[in-house]
């Protein structure tokens, strides 16, 4: 009987360690997923920024000029229900005005064009860099919250089941051929 008792008492402490590690492991997860949400914020925020001074520093043509600062403006401003789809417009804008070398020429003939091109290019290459990290902490995530242990005893708490953020991130052949 006291040996009974004692091999169930153990095996709940076991089972008790095993699901108090598997929630650190998804809290460790999830605060990864919120760094890198963060950074793909930041990222998405400099190359709207690098976009906007682009756009204002009187060097593309009034066209482009109008927009590219449009596209921009519209993805600094967006709610977070429409940030994805503004942010795939800025992205579409970029390819628009960018698509050509003879645009990024324009920009780096000006002065402090070649560090604006530059900037931009970062910017460009950046975003797709932080929204791959994002996406593949989401994945991690989410293949940790669908096992049966996790939702029978709701290790996940009340954290919101995560979403990945999928944009068109393509960058426009002029810059992308810059980065390289």
């Known amino acids: 009987m006291i040996e009974t008792l004692i091999w169930i008492v153990l095996a709940l402490v076991v089972v ?28 998405l925020l400099r190359r709207a920024s690098v976009a906007q001074e682009v756009a204002t520093s009187g060097v593309l043509d009034p066209a482009a000029s109008i927009v590219l600062y449009q596209a921009a403006h519209a993805a600094r401003q967006a709610e977070e229900e429409q940030r994805e789809v503004a942010e795939s417009e800025l992205s579409q804008a970029l390819r628009a005005v960018f698509g050509e070398p003879e645009q990024v020429e324009a920009v780096r003939e000006a002065p ?15 975003v797709a860099m932080a929204r791959r990290f994002h996406n593949d902490a989401v994945r991690a995530a989410r293949a940790l919250r669908r096992h049966r242990k996790v939702r029978w005893f709701r290790l996940a708490g009340h954290a919101p089941f995560p979403l990945a953020f999928e944009m068109d991130d393509e960058p426009p052949a002029a810059l992308a051929d810059r980065v390289a």
């Open 16 to 43: 008790g360690v095993y699901l108090s590690w598997t929630a650190g492991r998804l809290d460790r997860l999830h605060a990864r997923l919120d760094a890198a949400r963060a950074a793909l914020d930041a990222q």
């Open 112 to 126: 402090g064009g070649e560090e604006t091109a530059g900037e931009l290019a970062a910017a460009v290459r950046r």
